[in-house]
């Protein structure tokens, strides 16, 4: 029956479906889909792998070198973030982006222009800058993720004053057309993939396919503004067997469109378990000229688009449309929730009349009232459709004029299940990443020139790559520690102690601006403390490499202060006052405890150290704590430090060793709400649990930090920063390496919950139990108070231009402290709005309990990562 334009027939649009017709619907995937067999693609192995440099660099020659260079069947690989300009894909060849990587498109238009100096401007004809990346008369290349590909498309471009959606819009205005480049275009090609990929803020179309004969779009996922124009998802084109699913789309135009131009058909198009958010729809045209058949989009949610699904043209670009199959759709807050028109452009002219056959709808449900346009052409070409078991929530607006519907009649209940899902952010957000304007904040020069008290911090530049130490100058020594030679005690001795005292002696005496202490190689096992009161000291070895010379000891926090004093009593008999102290600071504690357990301990502001080893041999005979591993070998495991920095600021270390298990490095402020700076550049730090804990900041530049693998799960990092302390510890060009255990359970941090006692941050599984803010940290089951410095104690880190192993949890390397539902438990916090959301989430008022005016804006940043890559 043809539907005329006639009100009741704009609101009556039910007939009865007959038996003949129900086993007339296709149902088999065969009858509208990909001709393929389909499954989820696997990515090539890679021919090689390009670690980003300079962050804004241009890496376009050398990523398209790579390219070049690389065998057909195999992918270049990139780590950490790129800036190219276009890119072409040769036959046979992929790209694999990380996790965490991106590749970013350059904002020079000059890059882009096809040679007639338009690209970045506005004329009648558009189309004058090459897409950033090429695929053309190749087989067999893609794109695989999980990483992100950037177009920049809201980023200014260089030279102008708009960026390239703003240029997008002005066109739009001015009637006229916008010269802007495309992410992704391919031509004349076959078996094409994208997978697991993220494509965001394309200056204009995602992916456009011309005369590809096979495309997977696989778990992609891409995100562009609602607001910027001619964002198109993904648009096959005179194409055929194409598929996209287990997608994520959301844009600024039509999430897919499905079109046919004059290079020809577009047929056996399967859209499989997608989800659709901001965007036109899934949309058919609107360039049918060439013919559209088979195609089956099935398994479909869309949230929020304007359209749902769209068939769309009109005689200036008018084909045949044919064979469409929309199965198991559920649509909200869709504005057309079926939009079927074949006059798209009212003002358009020509003899290539849009018709549309064998349309079916089968459990197509919208939960929220919207409008039904089904619009054929005349009487004599109707839009031919079937319907089982459709629903519009609602009084449906309905505007349905030369049409022959057939089957169910549109209900207002549906009878489908549907489960709309929020857009997959979770990842990113657990592994947040700094703009290219925040990480130049984190450049070693910016971070070491803060000192004192948190907030109020006194500027004073240091530059340590400057010194004569990171030149490796070579130093005429005022003391000389060998183990093997005779001793005067004045400028020769047997042990590193030895040599310090007679420096405080001599520094008393007469003040020096530095002194120097070479150490012979050898082991020298012993504890060695150095005062604040002595003049800035300077410790280094002249074997070949750091751990030709080696301090060591084995102290434990679980130790006797009176075990302590049988071991290292004697070396501190005869010591200058300001060590006896330090000494016996330890040896009066009933049990030494975590900050005795130092095998090197410095208070000395200005020290530094070149080309040595400082190890805690706690346990290293035997090897860490393996409590899962039967027979139990070892089943204790505590704090043992092979270094404490105390108090003491511009602490230089240079191509030094740090060994241990647990907590191998402390690095404390002087005081609560201060701060002191250490360097370490060039260096090797190993260890498990915390070992790399403290509240001062502390720069580690050009090293590597080894995860040991004794424990079930490792934490590199435990910062207590200061809330209010501008910088915590900064790692750059770091290699985060381990010993081959790869698990789930190894992190980069967890955040310091020090002092507390209870948490108020989650309920234990304890009748009563209550843990609130008050003036100190106590409790007393089942009722606790936690105080100010606890709280305050947040923990930074940033992390920039790394790599990081693979035994690190890739998808939240930061960890909270303790598991949900301990008595310690806190949740980690990216960033000063985490901290004052969980302050009220916790019963805490910010305002009233802590006295804090209002939130930072912007939030200050805890923990980042920039440019980084995983292995």
């Known amino acids: 029956m043809t539907r005329s334009a006639t009100p009741a027939a704009r609101h009556h649009a039910a007939i009865i479906i007959t038996a003949a017709l129900l086993s007339a619907l296709c149902t088999a995937p065969a009858c509208a889909q990909d001709s393929r067999k389909v499954t989820e693609p696997v990515a090539p192995p890679s021919c090689i792998q390009l670690t980003a440099t300079e962050p804004g660099g241009d890496d376009t020659a050398r990523i398209q070198s790579a390219i070049d260079q690389c065998p057909a069947g195999r992918a270049v690989r990139l780590s950490g973030v790129f800036t190219t300009g276009p890119l072409k894909l040769r036959s046979g060849v992929s790209l694999i982006i990380d996790a965490n990587a991106v590749l970013q498109a ?116 891409i995100n562009t503004p609602a607001t910027a124009r001619n964002t198109d998802g993904i648009d096959p084109i005179s194409s055929r067997n194409i598929t996209i699913a287990h997608s994520y789309i959301r844009t600024g135009d039509d999430n897919v469109a499905i079109k046919a131009g004059n290079n020809g058909g577009t047929e056996n198009i399967s859209v499989l378990h997608n989800h659709f958010y901001s965007g036109h729809g899934m949309s058919i045209g609107s360039e049918t000229n060439g013919g559209v058949r088979r195609v089956l989009v099935e398994d479909l949610t869309m949230d929020g688009t304007t359209s749902g699904l769209r068939i769309k043209s009109d005689v200036s670009r008018g084909g045949v449309v044919d064979q469409v199959n929309y199965r198991n759709i559920c649509l909200r807050d869709v504005k057309a929730p079926i939009d079927i028109s074949t006059s798209y452009n009212k003002k358009a002219d020509g003899a290539q009349v849009p018709v549309y056959t064998n349309i079916h709808f089968d459990d197509v449900h919208s939960v929220t009232p919207g409008r039904v346009i089904v619009q054929g052409y005349d009487e004599q070409r109707p839009v031919q459709a079937t319907l089982r078991n459709v629903s519009i929530a609602g009084k449906a607006e309905r505007k349905i004029e030369f049409a022959n519907l057939s089957g169910d009649a549109i209900g207002s209940i549906g009878s489908g299940t549907c489960r709309f899902i929020a857009f997959p952010e979770a990842a990113p957000s657990t592994r947040p990443q700094l703009t290219q304007e925040q990480a130049r904040q984190y450049a070693y020069s910016e971070v070491l020139k803060y000192v004192g ?160 080893t400082f190890e805690n041999g706690y346990n290293k005979d035997t090897g860490n704590a393996r409590a899962e591993a039967l027979p139990n070998i070892n089943n204790i495991h505590h704090q043992a430090l092979a270094l404490q920095v105390d108090g003491a600021d511009k602490a230089q270390f240079e191509n030094i060793r740090l060994l241990g298990f647990q907590d191998t490095l402390y690095l404390k402020s002087p005081q609560i709400g201060s701060t002191v700076r250490s360097f370490f550049n060039k260096s090797y730090i190993e260890g498990d649990v915390d070992f790399i804990f403290g509240d001062s900041t502390a720069y580690f530049y050009q090293s590597e930090i080894r995860t040991l693998g004794d424990r079930g799960v490792s934490y590199v990092a435990a910062p207590d920063t200061h809330l209010n302390t501008k910088y915590g510890f900064v790692f750059d060009s770091v290699r985060f390496t381990h010993e081959g255990k790869r698990s789930d359970n190894f992190y980069l941090l967890r955040q310091w919950f020090h002092s507390s006692r209870c948490t108020p941050y989650a309920p234990l599984p304890l009748e009563g139990y209550r843990c609130t803010y008050g003036p100190s940290n106590g409790y007393k089951a089942p009722v606790g108070t936690v105080a100010r410095i606890s709280l305050e104690a947040v923990g930074k880190m940033v992390v920039l231009n790394s790599r990081i192993g693979a035994h690190i949890n890739k998808q939240q390397p930061w960890s909270d402290w303790n598991k949900k539902g301990t008595i310690s438990y806190r949740p980690v916090q990216y960033n000063s709005d985490d901290h004052w959301n969980n302050l009220i989430k916790a019963g805490i008022d910010p305002v009233k309990d802590l006295g804090y005016s209002k939130p930072a804006a912007p939030a200050d940043i805890f923990l980042g990562e920039f440019n980084n890559s995983d292995e």
């Open 106 to 221: 350059s904002a020079n238009p000059k890059l882009y222009d096809r040679g007639a100096n338009t690209c970045g401007t506005i004329d009648q004809q558009g189309r004058g800058c090459k897409p950033f990346i090429t695929i053309d008369n190749a087989s067999s290349s893609g794109i695989y993720g999980p990483g992100a590909i950037d177009g920049q498309g809201g980023r200014v471009v260089d030279g102008g004053s708009e960026s390239w959606w703003q240029l997008a819009r002005r066109a739009q205005k001015e009637d006229a057309r916008q010269n802007v480049p495309r992410l992704l275009e391919v031509t004349n090609s076959q078996d094409i993939t994208l997978h697991n990929i993220t494509l965001r803020n394309s200056p204009n179309f995602h992916v456009t396919l011309n005369k590809v004969d096979g495309f997977t779009a696989w778990g992609v996922r």
């Open 453 to 612: 008290i948190a907030g109020k911090e006194t500027v004073d530049p240091w530059d340590p790559l400057s010194d004569p130490l990171a030149k490796g100058a070579s130093f005429t020594p005022d003391y000389i520690v060998d183990k093997n030679a005779p001793a005067d005690g004045k400028r020769s001795f047997n042990t590193v102690q030895e040599a310090i005292n007679r420096a405080i002696i001599d520094s008393a005496v007469k003040p020096a601006e530095r002194l120097y202490v070479l150490l012979k190689p050898g082991v020298y096992p012993e504890l060695v403390y150095i005062p604040a009161s002595a003049a800035p000291i300077t410790l280094y070895g002249e074997g070949k490499e750091p751990a030709s010379t080696r301090i060591t000891a084995k102290l434990e926090a679980s130790m006797t202060g009176a075990a302590y004093d049988a071991a290292h009593g004697a070396q501190f008999a005869n010591a200058p006052a300001e060590i006896q102290a330090m000494y016996a600071g330890v040896n009066a504690r009933e049990q030494i405890g975590t900050f005795g357990t130092a095998t090197v301990w410095i208070r000395n502001s200005g020290f530094q150290a070149r080309n040595l």
